[in-house]
């Protein structure tokens, strides 16, 4: 039964195709079972059902869009789930602005990826389970941004984490990647309990009563909940987005997660599931903003930290995966650093989430061209490549520009509203930012002018890759140099008037700020070039010290991790395990091992003595009995006669007397 | 106590006492003798009852032929002429049925009659009575029984004919 | 003018001397024997009573008591005659076939 489809908010259009977000996320679950179930004989191995069904969703999102561009409000719709004494728990979509938008992120890029795939993962053993699980994935990130209540968006966020094990450890023959999952799994779980405790203080604030975002979102407001209880909730909820989005100190899984196929780490580990953490921020903003200012200050201390402390580590890398990966957890921390903010600096990062999701994505899968056509990761085997991977370079190249910061492209405008924001009254926050950025900038120009330029020094002859995968390319591209253009304040920045927290800050541009931006960007990109313009061997960054130690070896984080909390833990807790097995385990079945035995004797003995002795008594009193009777059978007549005469006498008496 | 009387005691005494020497004698011939004797007591005991031709038919028949055949069963069969045991294992037994038979008789006896019960005055048994009797009202049994007779004897031949036929 | 119950007494007495003779004797001759004596005894008891009833019909029955008897004792005799012939011995202990 559907609870009415209300509008929330009271104007005159009507709800139009925003009722229907939720068979956004219903076409890829179904597309999953179709693929799971038919995709193997399907011609093409099955890609065809993911395809369409992202086709069909991209198509749908855009039209529930509209809903917004024509000025509508927020939409929603449920129906009962299921009931925990007054926890009445219902299974439904909360459709606004920034819902429509998360969907046209997540469709885009997993449309993409998806048709990148039929030729990146051409020939895998598992093609079909590939596009399987990235049907469920999406499915669930689908899930977690429409949904109106915490535990269905706990539900899709555990699905994704899950997709995403299974995904990086897809090709799990060789440890290196099955370990890489195992890590990214627990890692991301470390970060899932506060979520999940989070959750729970909110219903608890709820008094018991329900677990829908809107409702706590008022809740938490008012005056009869305790701010030490929100600020519990909001630090909770912020290491689910810690564990997920891969901020310090739960970084460690991203890079190695880049093991998984390249597709994987576009969707996944740079536009989709790693901005979850983001989106459950500003989606929960009022409990930040109601908690303790300490939390937000504690939110942008971490996201300070991860973004300065990735882009650094962005500097040593060689793999061009591990480059781009960090590169993620930096803007990632970005968007995070700008919620801490205020309600400007939330909806500028998701600005920044949008189009960072564009060229993230471009990035990856032009990364993914390269590796492919090179078959090696490593930026010191490639080079010189713009010349015979044109689609590839050009298209890398717009994507790196956004990355850095330059104007016209999409990054430079969602970063531009970054810096807006962090402008008014949180100077460090604005100065690391302005850092990181030149930095960014500085990394980006290595990795293209590593990857494309100079001479070749690898192996083979490396050529473009097919249509199928340049296609993808081309699209994100597009998107990467025109939608900046939706938050620009010249275009009216109507992206405003979709996400916005409770009512839309007018959007200004900031000469100065633009100004200091792009000189940090200009600063990065011409150190970049003055330093690898000769592809200098060996290569520079690792020539500094103590200083590229300290990043080569992540900080030495991975040691800490490994050394004082896995291996105590492992064996300890396995020790633990063994002695409780021998000893609890083994004595009980032992025991009752050794007490059936018993009982088996005993039943043994029972039935030997008293049973065997009662059907054997019985047997000897029918033998003694009848060693007796049979002396009746003589065979002697006289014998006989006697019985004959003693009976004649008796019954004689007998007859006449009584 | 008539004179009739006494002589009935005195019979009944003899043939008691050759009855009982009949079956505890040692001898075999000796026994048939003694069955001659008790055989004969007993027709004299029905003379005296005036019951002449069942008397003389037991004189006959029994002394003059029944014995006859058991002498010859006797010598037939080998019977150990001399002291030996010719009573099994069951005499004492034996002996106490016998004791209780004839307890009971006697129980049934005396609750029927008394003691000084009624005294037979005879009176019928003249052969020609017997013969109205026989030959008129129970001569279907007479039949009967001389078929009987005539079974036995061919069934006697058939029995101890020797089987040593080629 | 005899008293009934005596003549019912030796009757009896002899009836059971011959009880014991057919249960304690060995020799075949000698059951047959005593059983000649039984059925002797019971002659005696049905004239004693057809002498009480004044009626002839118990002396009748004492003659076909009499025939019946030597039709008896001629197969009895018989087949005592073949077990010897086929045992060597008419003594009825060793007779026991039907022994269990």
Same mark, same amino acid.
């Given at each position: 039964m559907v609870v009415a489809a209300e509008t929330l908010s009271a104007n005159a259009i009507g709800p139009g195709f925003s009722k229907l977000a939720w068979v956004v996320a219903v076409l890829p679950v179904v597309s999953a079972a179709l693929t799971l179930f038919f995709g193997k004989r399907?011609?093409?191995?099955?890609?065809?059902?993911?395809? !369409?069904?992202?086709?069909?969703?991209?198509?749908?999102?855009?039209?529930v869009l509209w809903h917004f561009v024509q000025g509508g409000g927020a939409v929603g719709s449920s129906v009962a789930w299921f009931t925990i004494g007054p926890l009445h728990v219902e299974a439904g979509q909360f459709v606004d602005g920034l819902t429509a938008i998360m969907m046209i992120v997540v469709t885009? &890029?997993?449309?993409?990826?998806?048709?990148?795939?039929?030729g990146y993962m051409h020939g895998d053993v598992r093609f079909t389970w590939f596009y399987v699980v990235l049907s469920v994935f999406t499915a669930a990130m689908l899930n977690v941004v429409i949904a109106d209540n915490l535990i269905q968006l706990l539900v899709g966020w555990e699905v994704m984490g899950l997709c995403s094990y299974l995904l990086i450890g897809h090709w799990w023959e060789e440890r290196i990647n099955s370990n890489a999952a195992i890590k990214a799994f627990i890692v991301t779980r470390v970060g899932d309990v506060p979520f999940l405790f989070g959750i729970f203080v909110l219903i608890a604030a709820t008094g018991f009563h329900s677990a829908n975002i809107q409702q706590v979102g008022e809740l938490v407001g008012g005056a009869d909940v305790s701010r030490g209880l929100v600020s519990a909730a909001a630090v909770l909820l912020f290491g689910g987005t810690i564990g997920k989005s891969a901020q310090f100190p739960l970084h460690v899984w991203l890079p190695d997660a880049m093991q998984g196929p390249t597709p994987v780490s576009a969707l996944i580990h740079a536009a989709t599931m790693v901005a979850a953490g983001v989106y459950l921020v500003g989606r929960m903003y009022s409990v930040f903003l109601h908690a303790a200012p300490e939390v937000l200050q504690f939110v942008g201390i971490i996201g300070g930290i991860t973004m300065f402390g990735a882009a650094l580590l962005a500097l040593v890398q060689d793999d061009i995966k591990r480059v781009l990966a960090y590169s993620t957890v930096s803007q990632l921390a970005y968007m995070v650093t700008a919620m801490s903010v205020g309600p400007a600096g939330r909806d500028s990062a998701f600005f920044h989430l949008f189009t960072h999701a564009f060229f993230k994505a471009l990035l990856f899968l032009a990364a993914g061209s390269v590796i492919h056509a090179v078959h090696s990761n490593y930026m010191s085997e490639m080079g010189g490549l713009w010349r015979r991977m044109p689609v590839t370079f050009w298209t890398f190249a717009f994507g790196s520009a956004a990355l850095a910061g330059i104007p016209p492209l999409a990054g430079f405008w969602s970063k531009d509203e970054l810096l807006v924001a962090a402008s008014r009254g949180h100077e460090v926050v604005f100065t690391l930012m302005l850092l990181t950025a030149a930095v960014t900038a500085f990394y980006t120009t290595r990795m293209v002018m590593q990857t494309f330029l100079g001479v070749y020094r690898g192996h083979g002859e490396p050529h473009e890759s097919p249509a199928v995968m340049t296609g993808p390319l081309v699209g994100l591209a597009f998107g990467t140099v025109t939608v900046g253009f939706l938050g620009a304040a010249f275009s009216r920045a109507v992206f405003f008037k979709w996400v916005f927290f409770e009512v839309p800050e007018p959007v200004t541009f900031v000469p100065w700020v633009a100004t200091l931006s792009i000189l940090a960007a200009g600063l990065g990109v011409v150190a970049g070039w003055y330093v690898y313009r000769e592809q200098p061997e060996p290569d520079p960054v690792f020539q500094l010290g103590w200083f590229s130690s300290l990043l080569v070896n992540k900080f030495y984080l991975d040691e800490v991790y490994m050394n004082g909390i896995v291996l105590p833990v492992r064996d300890r807790v396995s020790a633990a395990a063994v002695w409780f097995d021998r000893n609890v385990l083994d004595g009980v079945v032992n025991g009752t091992a050794r007490l059936t035995r018993d009982l088996a004797l005993g039943t043994d003995e029972f039935d030997r003595t008293v049973i065997d002795g009662a059907v054997n008594g019985v047997a000897q009193t029918a033998g003694f009995t009848g060693g007796l009777l049979r002396y009746l059978q003589s065979g002697n007549v006289q014998r006989y006669a006697a019985f004959l005469f003693v009976g004649v006498v008796v019954l004689a008496i007998v007859i006449t007397r009584v | 106590m008539t004179g009739q009387e006494y002589a009935f005691v005195v019979l009944a005494l003899v043939g008691t006492v050759s009855a009982i020497r009949l079956v505890t004698a040692k001898n075999v011939v000796h026994?048939?003798?003694?069955?001659? &004797?008790?055989?004969?007591?007993? %027709?004299?005991?029905?003379?005296?009852?005036?019951?002449?031709?069942?008397?003389?038919?037991?004189? +006959?028949?029994?002394?003059?032929?029944? &014995?006859?055949?058991f002498l010859f069963g006797l010598m037939l069969t080998r019977?150990?002429?001399?002291?030996? !045991?010719?009573?099994? *294992? *069951?005499?004492?037994?034996? +002996?106490?049925? %016998?004791?209780?038979? +004839?307890?009971?008789?006697?129980?049934?006896?005396?609750?029927?009659?008394?003691?000084?019960?009624?005294?037979?005055?005879?009176?019928?048994?003249?052969? !020609?009575?017997?013969?109205?009797?026989?030959?008129? *009202?129970?001569? +279907?049994p007479f039949e009967a029984v001389s078929f009987l007779l005539l079974a036995a004897l061919i069934g006697a031949v058939v029995l101890s004919r020797r089987d040593d036929r080629p | 003018m005899i008293r009934l119950p005596l003549v019912l007494f030796f009757s009896a007495v002899l009836f059971s001397t011959g009880v014991y003779g057919v249960l304690a004797r060995r020799n075949a001759v000698l059951v047959l024997?005593?059983?000649?004596?039984?059925?002797?005894?019971?002659?005696?008891?049905?004239?004693?009573?057809?002498?009480?009833?004044?009626?002839?019909? %118990?002396?009748?029955?004492?003659?076909?008591?009499? !025939?019946?008897a030597a039709a008896e004792v001629g197969i009895g005799l018989a087949i005592v005659i073949l077990i010897f012939r086929n045992r060597e011995t008419i003594n009825i202990d060793e007779v026991n076939l039907l022994k269990w």
């Open positions: 399907t011609p093409g191995r099955g890609w065809i059902y993911g395809v !369409a069904a992202m086709s069909a969703g991209f198509v749908l999102s855009v039209l885009t &890029v997993s449309l993409a990826v998806h048709v990148y795939s039929i | 026994a048939a003798l003694y069955l001659v &004797v008790t055989l004969s007591v007993v %027709g004299g005991v029905y003379l005296l009852l005036a019951a002449e031709f069942v008397g003389w038919v037991q004189i +006959l028949i029994y002394v003059g032929a029944i &014995v006859i055949l019977a150990p002429i001399g002291r030996e !045991a010719l009573d099994n *294992q *069951q005499r004492v037994i034996a +002996l106490l049925i %016998g004791l209780g038979v +004839l307890a009971g008789l006697v129980f049934l006896i005396q609750s029927a009659f008394s003691w000084s019960g009624p005294r037979l005055r005879p009176s019928v048994g003249t052969t !020609a009575e017997l013969g109205h009797s026989l030959f008129r *009202q129970w001569v +279907l | 024997m005593s059983i000649e004596l039984m059925l002797n005894a019971v002659n005696v008891n049905l004239v004693a009573f057809s002498q009480l009833w004044h009626d002839v019909t %118990g002396q009748v029955f004492a003659l076909f008591v009499i !025939a019946v």
